[in-house]
């Protein structure tokens, strides 16, 4: 069984920086890329940024230029480095795997709060 587990999230004010990191277990098969997207309060859920194992990367409009999406093949991990932050980008952020031939995994989310 495949599981994810995120960690960085929490309280960072505006023009901030945060990372966020995500490690995968369990046996993967056929991956295919890794990602993070998020969802705030009342909104649905939305892509941040996703990258393949090839190293093709897609960003939300509203982070472009912000956040940089990063990710090691061999060790199943994928980092999100998220820069100028804005109260805009409050959410709770899940990590998503997504495979060829097989459902997608979800992580259990971090919340990310900016506010001063």
């Known amino acids: 069984q495949v599981r994810l587990v995120e960690s960085g999230g929490g309280l960072v004010q505006p023009g901030g920086s945060l990372r966020l990191s995500c490690a995968a277990s369990g046996t993967i098969n056929n991956l295919k890329a890794m990602g993070w997207y998020r969802q705030a309060p009342g909104k649905q859920r939305e892509l941040a940024a996703r990258i393949t194992t090839g190293g093709g990367t897609n960003y939300g409009d509203s982070v472009k230029g912000r956040f940089t999406i990063s990710m090691d093949n061999a060790k199943r991990t994928v980092d999100l480095h998220m820069t100028s932050l804005v109260p805009e980008d409050t959410a709770v952020y899940y990590c998503?795997?997504?495979?060829?031939?097989?459902?997608?995994?979800w992580g259990q989310g971090t919340q990310v709060t900016v506010s001063s």
């Open positions: 998503n795997l997504d495979r060829w031939y097989s459902s997608a995994v």
